[in-house]
């Protein structure tokens, strides 16, 4: 659900990192997306705690940069 590598590029230049600005975004259109699957109510759930753990990381990456 969430990516967690960097897309290929067909330019073929290696791509550092996202940013924090970056990452915040990918999470927004993936929670933008997270919807029940009533086949699989279970699926809906793990994707809910994937993206939360993954809000969490980056706010301690923050905190730590923080002055």
Do not use: C, H, K
């Amino acid at each position: 659900m969430i990516p967690r590598s960097i897309p290929w590029r067909a330019t073929g230049a290696d791509r550092e990192a996202p940013s924090p600005a970056e990452r915040l975004a990918t999470l927004a259109r993936a929670i933008g997306r997270l919807a029940p699957d009533w086949r699989d109510p279970e699926r809906y759930y793990e994707a809910r705690s994937e993206l939360a753990e993954e809000v969490r990381r980056l706010a301690r990456t923050l905190e730590g940069e923080s002055p």
